[in-house]
């Protein structure tokens, strides 16, 4: 199985700030990285696929990048909106596998 | 706009088999661009991939849960199912089922929509 390793696992953040947030893969996925928003007692959204691809309708303060192992999820300027759990989920292989998440915090 | 709503019993005894449903609307289940998926999340912890079918009945599952998992789909009635058999403790989840793209390149890719989520508790 591919283990996707998320950091840091929680952030305390303000309105205002760049965050950023890291998943690596266990071995190379290429660029077979999904990032998802999961806010509490709803479903997770689809943010990002294919590492950089923004889903239709998620504010362009969001961005992905990264390859190989490496990846990051970055958001520009954080909004009250956006405070959330994050999770990334590779593609390249199954099992499908999601990171532990990124529980971001005022 | 595609919407997912899984249904089913919020409460299974151990070692009963949970069954759940999700009905698909908004597109049709028979689409070759897509797999329909089950995935769970335990309290307080990840997201898990239980595993996925397509609209001919083609099927994969997390090697973990092989033995006890079995995804069925209604072409009919556009919807998918599960049944999770020998239920434990240990199964106690929301349940999510979602829609995967898929293409000649890559099977499985990204999970979108979702549908909202069922609450399965496993107590006697």
């Known amino acids: 199985d591919i283990q996707m390793t998320q950091s840091p696992s929680s952030l305390s953040a303000s309105v205002g700030d760049r965050v950023t947030i890291t998943c690596r893969a266990s071995?190379?996925?290429?660029?077979?990285l999904n990032w998802y928003q999961k806010k509490s007692g709803r479903a997770p959204k689809l943010l990002i696929y294919?590492?950089?691809t923004l889903q239709s309708g998620v504010p362009s303060r969001f961005s992905g990048s990264g390859s190989g192992t490496d990846f990051t999820l970055t958001i520009r300027s954080l909004q009250p909106e956006d405070f959330a759990a994050y999770y990334c989920?590779?593609?390249?292989?199954?099992?499908?596998?999601f990171g532990g998440g990124t529980q971001v915090e005022i | 706009q595609v919407q997912l709503q899984e249904s089913g019993p919020g409460l299974v005894k151990p070692s009963q088999t949970l069954s759940l449903t999700c009905a698909v609307s908004?597109?049709?289940?028979?689409?070759?661009?897509?797999?329909w998926t089950w995935i769970r999340q335990h309290p307080g912890r990840g997201l898990e991939w239980i595993g996925s079918?397509?609209?001919?009945?083609?099927?994969d599952y997390t090697p973990s849960l092989q033995s006890r998992v079995t995804i069925s789909i209604d072409t009919s009635k556009n919807q998918f199912s599960l049944d999770l058999t020998s239920m434990t403790a240990a199964d106690t989840a929301v349940y999510y089922c979602?829609?995967?793209?898929?293409?000649?390149?890559?099977?499985?890719?990204?999970?979108?929509?979702w549908g909202q989520g069922t609450l399965v508790t496993v107590s006697s």
């Open positions: 979602a829609r995967v793209s898929s293409t000649l390149m890559t099977t499985y890719n990204w999970f979108d929509p």
């Open positions: 908004g597109d049709s289940i028979t689409s070759s661009r897509y797999f």
């Open positions: 079918i397509s609209y001919q009945g083609n099927t």
């Open positions: 071995q190379s996925i290429s660029t077979h």
């Open positions: 294919s590492t950089s």
């Open positions: 989920q590779q593609s390249y292989g199954t099992p499908l596998t």
